[in-house]
C-alpha cells in the first residue's frame, strides 16, 4: 500500500517542521517576506479525490514568488491515497497564482470483499492561494493517466478535478 520511500519521506518532511535549529538563518537567506512557513490545511477533492489532511511547508519565500512542498494523506470511503506536490506560488502579500506538479498513490480496497494494487497519477495545478493566518485555495488538477489507473479511464488519459482547501498556518 504504501511504500518505504513515501514513509519516509512523511518521516523527514514532518521533521522539518520541529527542527528549529537554523530557523533564523534559513529565514534571512530564502525568506525575504515573512510568511508563516508551516500550513496543516483539509481538502476536498484536489489531488487525493476525497477528503484529505495535508500539511505544507514553504521552501523558498521571496517578496512575490513562494516555493512550497505538501504532502498529504485522503480518503473517499474506499479510496485510500498520499500525494506529494511542489508548487511555486506568484503575486505578492498575500494572494498568489499557485502553478504545481504533484503525485498521488493511491489503492482501492473494500476490505474481505476486493481490493486492487496499489496504483498512481500525476498532475499538473493551477489555482488561486490566499496565505496569511489562514490558508485557502481553489485549484484545478488534470489528473494524468498512469499504468494500472482505474480512474481516469476516460479515453484520453485526462481528467479535470477543482479542490478547495482551508487551513491554518504557523
Known sequence: MIRKREVLLIILFGSACVTTAQKDSLRWRLNDHHVKSNVLCGELLGGNLGISINYERVIINKKHFMLNARVGLGNLIVLWSVTYSLSGNFGGK?????????????????????????????????????????????????????????????????????????????
Open 94 to 170: 498575500n494572494n498568489f497564482l499557485e502553478i504545481g506538479f504533484g503525485k498521488t498513490d493511491y489503492t482501492l480496497l473494500v476490505p474481505g470483499i476486493h481490493s486492487t494494487g496499489p496504483s498512481s497519477y500525476y498532475y499538473p495545478l493551477l489555482g488561486y492561494r490566499y496565505h496569511k493566518n489562514f490558508l485557502f485555495k481553489c485549484q484545478i488538477l488534470a489528473l494524468i493517466n498512469h499504468k494500472n489507473n482505474e480512474l481516469t479511464n476516460t479515453g484520453n488519459g485526462t481528467l479535470l478535478i477543482p479542490g478547495l482547501s482551508f487551513g491554518k498556518t504557523f
